[in-house]
């Protein structure tokens, strides 16, 4: 059959595409490029998602070190993208057990505002919950653009199905882990359930043609489910995620003087569990950026994954106060002296939960 030479808009493999085909699938990545006529050789161009984005809200938000331009000055542009792989379900793990996680790492490859660490976070969190905490291989979902199965692209359909395979048959005595390292950015809320009048969200892979997920979605799908005894951890580093999954209380901590409060973000919507206790840490508060860094291990990783990972495997032991503060002397050591990328400004860890405890007495269990 004959045939001409293209090339794979999203990570660039050259591929052999059927004269008159109109679409390509990259054997590489398993995007889909869309092919112009033959006699141009060209590609066709996709245009960006707005999301009803707002004006100053950057259409692919910052991320000091995985960016990063200013959040206060970018300006929504216009890309040459590939469609994603149209995948509608996920095929879960075998084995579903007590323990199990999603984890979810997205590097854009191919994109202006790629990304260098997401993936080594997700394998650095794997290796952590398999090898430290005791979750089955089988029941650890791993959604990365590395995956050889297309129902592990981290694409929207698919990173909602894993959402749901997390939390369903949920029992007492289940611990469920979202690990997410990513883009994030914040739109508009228009229901009227944000403090700061700001929703969170995620980027999938094909966020600009499918759009992003809510942290209105993610609370839906993972936290209002969650039975009494359950326990979920979502490890959220990415910018903007204080608030990311939605829950009910935000705790305020004085990393000097070790003093906290909780602040009560319900306003006229329940986004608790029905009965479980939900847990985020995630990278940094709803209006700052975040970043990843060389300077801990040489090679790209999340300050938020690398500090959390470090800080467990050093004391087995630990209250959510404790780690929480070891993990901000951790962050702020590498923004003050050896290396964290990105802007010279302040990136604190965040707990919020599902209920209020006492971040000093209440031990970490995942």
Known sequence: MDSRRCKCQWCGMKISAPIGAQTITCPRCQSITQ?????????????????NMSPGIPAFPSRPGRMCA???????????????????????????????????????????????GS???????????????????????????????????????NIRSALRWLVQGCQPGDSLVFHYSGHGTRVRDHDGDEIDGHDESLCPVDFETEGRILDDELNNTIVRPLPRGATLHGII???????????????????????????????????????????????????????????????????????FIQTLERETKLTYGRLLMSMQKKIHEAQ????????????????????QFDIHSKMVAI
């Open 119 to 157: 993936i080594n976070d997700v394998l650095s969190m794997r290796y952590f919950l398999v090898e430290k905490l005791g979750f089955p291989n089988a029941s650890v979902l791993v959604l990365t653009e590395d995956e050889k199965d297309p129902y592990k692209y981290p694409t929207k359909a």
């Open 237 to 307: 580093d990415t910018c903007f995620s204080g608030t990311f999954l939605d829950l009910p209380f935000l705790c305020r901590i004085n990393s000097r003087k070790g003093y906290f409060m909780w602040e009560d973000h319900r306003i006229r919507s329940y986004k608790g569990t029905n009965g479980g206790i939900a847990i985020s840490i995630s990278a940094c508060d709803d209006h700052q950026n975040s970043g990843d860094t060389t300077a801990f291990t040489g090679f790209p990783t999340g300050a938020l994954t690398y500090s």
């Open 336 to 355: 003050n002296g050896i290396g964290l990328n990105g802007e010279n400004e302040t990136q604190e860890p965040q707990l919020s939960s599902s209920e």
């Open 35 to 51: 092919l112009q006529p033959a006699r141009n050789h060209g590609f066709a161009n996709f245009p960006t998602a707005n999301n």
């Open 70 to 116: 200013n959040a206060n000055n970018f300006q929504p542009q216009q890309f040459n993208r590939p469609m994603s792989p149209q995948i509608n379900n996920i095929r879960p793990p075998a084995v579903h057990g007590r323990k199990r996680a999603v984890l979810c790492g997205i590097t854009y490859r191919g994109h202006p505002k790629s990304l260098k």
